[in-house]
C-alpha cells in the first residue's frame, strides 16, 4: 500500500515556477516508478512525466520537456515537480501516482494522491 500526499500548488503568472512536492508512505515506495499527471477542466488526463525507482531515468510529456524537471528523495519518501517557465495552459490540477513500471497511460498507475491545483495567470 502506498499513501500519496500533493502539495505546493498555487497560483502564479506566466513566465514563474512552482516545485510541487508528492510525499509517499508505505514500504513499496522507493522501488516505485513515480509519475505525475494533469488534468485541466474539460480535458483528459494527461501524462507529465515520471521518474523510475532508481532516480536514474526520467520521462517527459513533450508539451513540458525543458521547462519541467522530475527528481525523488527516497530517504524523505518524496519525490519533486520543478516546472518553470510556466504558460497558462499549464493550468491543471496535478496528480502523482505510483506504479510499478514506467508508462503515460494513468491506468497503469496503482496508486493516486488527491491532486493540487496550479494556475498559470496570463
Known amino acids: 500500500q502506498v499513501q500519496l500526499v500533493e502539495s505546493g500548488g498555487g497560483l502564479v503568472q506566466a513566465g514563474g515556477s512552482l516545485r510541487l512536492s508528492c510525499a509517499a508512505s508505505?514500504?513499496?515506495?522507493?522501488?516505485?516508478?513515480m509519475g505525475w499527471f494533469r488534468q485541466a477542466p474539460g480535458k483528459e488526463r494527461e501524462f507529465v512525466g515520471g521518474?523510475?525507482?532508481?532516480?536514474?531515468?526520467?520521462y517527459y510529456a513533450e508539451s513540458v520537456k525543458g521547462r519541467f524537471t522530475i527528481s525523488r528523495d527516497d530517504a524523505k519518501n518524496t519525490v519533486y515537480l520543478e516546472m518553470n517557465s510556466l504558460k497558462p495552459e499549464d493550468t491543471a490540477v496535478y496528480y502523482c501516482?505510483?506504479?510499478?513500471?514506467?508508462?503515460?497511460?494513468?491506468?497503469?498507475?496503482?496508486?493516486w494522491g488527491q491532486g493540487t491545483q496550479v494556475t498559470v495567470s496570463s
Open positions: 508505505g514500504r513499496t515506495f522507493s522501488r516505485r516508478f
Open positions: 501516482a505510483a506504479g510499478w513500471f514506467g508508462s503515460s497511460r494513468h491506468d497503469t498507475y496503482e496508486y
Open positions: 521518474i523510475s525507482w532508481s532516480g536514474g531515468n526520467t
